[in-house]
């Protein structure tokens, strides 16, 4: 019965997770507090707390570079993009918005060259709805491992009630076997209870008659005796 019950949430759960519709990544351009400076950037809002959110940017900013975090602030620096390293920071943050969380990539134009600025910006953009594309899915692989291992749970029960029918119907073949056996043992105590108890009347009826023919033998034996002791 509990095995039902929850065979049916995890069905129900299963179905509320994989009905829903894919997510999409939205990058807006955005400005930023870095160094108490108002700094250009974009951004994405990402279904996720903060702390979560923040933990996978950085484990995905490090395919890009060198990162440190100070006081809220990520730091990205020895960047390589399309194979050209750079040297100048770029800079990440992760605000915290209730249930939703809000992930910022950006620059400080003034540490960059003009000619870099328009080109690093748009490949930042790129970068950072592919953060977010990664990040949903990565929540998708969590709950598709989860489904995973509810579903080799389900399957190795299952197995086990498939093998414990197995055993149940095999142990009931033997006891009807086995009562089968019992009836015939029992008619044959009956059929020997029977021939004991003729055998029975039989002997005290022999007991009988020879008790008697032994008194017969007695009495002519006693008259033998005197017959023998009247000869003189």
Known sequence: MYF????????IAFLII?????????????????????????????????????SSLI?????????????GTIILSELTLNGKAYTTPVYALVKDKGQQSAAWLGIRSSEWSAEDVVKINTELEK????FGVKFYRDKIQVQIDETARAIQAVEKQQQRLINE????????????????????????????????????EKNKHDQDSITIAA???????????EKQQKVN
């Open 18 to 54: 994989f009905s829903l519709q894919a997510q999409t990544v939205t990058v807006k351009k955005e400005s930023a507090r870095i160094k108490n400076e108002n700094t250009d950037g974009n951004e994405v809002l990402l279904d996720g707390i903060a702390s979560d959110v923040n």
């Open 4 to 11: 039902t019950k929850k065979f049916i949430l995890f069905s």
């Open 59 to 71: 484990k995905f900013l490090k395919t890009y570079g060198k990162v440190k975090q100070s006081e």
């Open 165 to 200: 029918g197995k055993t149940l119907t095999t142990k009931l073949e033997d006891n009807k076997r086995e009562k089968i056996q019992l009836e015939k043992s029992l008619e044959n105590n009956k059929l020997q209870n029977a021939l004991l108890l003729k055998r029975i």
């Open 215 to 225: 008194e017969q033998i007695k009495k002519v034996t006693v008259m033998h005796k």
């Open 127 to 130: 970068i950072l709805h592919e």
